[in-house]
C-alpha cells in the first residue's frame, strides 16, 4: 500500500524513472569497456584493466567537483543541472567510445575513458544529492520507501545493465560481424 502511493506521486515515478534509465545506461559500459579496449586498440588484459582505474579517478574528480561547486556557499550550479550536465557529458564521453572505435589506435582512449569517468561521477553525486533533496517531498512518513524504491530501480538497472550490455554486443556482433562495430553501436545505444 505504502509503496503503490508512493508510486502515485508523480514526481517520485518520473524520478525512479529517470534513476532507472540513467543507471542502465551507466552500467552497461562496465562489463564491455575492457575488452572493447582490446578488440580495438590491441591492448593486453592488464593494460586494459588499468583503464578502471583511469575511470575511477575519473570518478572521483567528477563527484569532488559537484560536492564542492554545489555546496550552498559555492552555488556554483543547482544538483539538477549539475544531474543534467552530468547526463549530457556522459553521453558525449560515450559517443567519445564511438569514435575510438572507428579511429583506434589514433584515438586518445585513456583521456575518453577518464572523461566518461568524470561525468559519471557528477552525474552520480548530483543525483544522490537530488535523492536525498525529494525523499522529504510528497506524502509524510514515506521517505523510506521513496529511497527504497529508488534504490531498487538503481539496483535492478545495474544487473540489467550488466547483462545488457554484454548480450548487446553479441547479438550486434552477430549481426554486423565485426566486433569494433559491435561495441560501437551498444556504446551509441547507451549514449541515447
Not at 75 to 101: D, E, H, K, N, Q
Not at 117 to 133: E, K, Q, R, S, W
Request: with cysteine; net charge neutral; aromatic share 10%.
Amino acid at each position: 500500500t505504502a509503496l503503490s502511493e508512493v508510486w502515485d506521486e508523480p514526481q517520485a515515478r518520473r524520478f525512479t524513472i529517470f534513476v532507472f534509465v540513467s543507471m542502465l545506461a551507466y552500467s552497461m559500459q562496465d562489463l564491455i569497456l575492457e575488452p572493447f579496449a582490446g578488440f580495438a586498440f590491441g591492448l593486453s588484459p592488464a593494460e586494459s584493466t588499468k583503464l578502471a582505474g583511469h575511470q575511477h579517478s575519473g570518478v572521483f574528480m567528477g563527484m569532488a567537483l559537484v560536492a564542492i561547486a554545489a555546496h550552498p556557499r559555492v552555488g556554483f550550479g543547482s544538483l539538477r543541472t549539475w544531474t543534467v550536465g552530468g547526463c549530457i557529458a556522459s553521453a558525449a564521453a560515450l559517443l567519445g567510445l564511438v569514435l575510438a572505435g572507428l579511429f583506434a589506435p589514433a584515438w586518445p582512449l585513456t583521456a575518453t575513458v577518464v572523461l566518461l569517468g568524470f561525468a559519471n561521477g557528477a552525474f552520480a553525486v548530483a543525483a544522490i544529492g537530488t535523492m536525498m533533496g525529494l525523499a522529504g517531498a510528497g506524502k509524510e512518513k514515506r521517505e523510506g520507501i521513496r529511497m527504497g524504491l529508488w534504490g531498487g530501480a538503481q539496483a535492478i538497472a545495474f544487473a540489467v545493465g550488466g547483462l545488457a550490455g554484454t548480450g548487446a554486443v553479441d547479438l550486434a556482433r552477430a549481426l554486423l560481424d565485426t566486433s569494433t562495430g559491435a561495441y560501437a553501436v551498444v556504446f551509441a545505444a547507451e549514449a541515447l
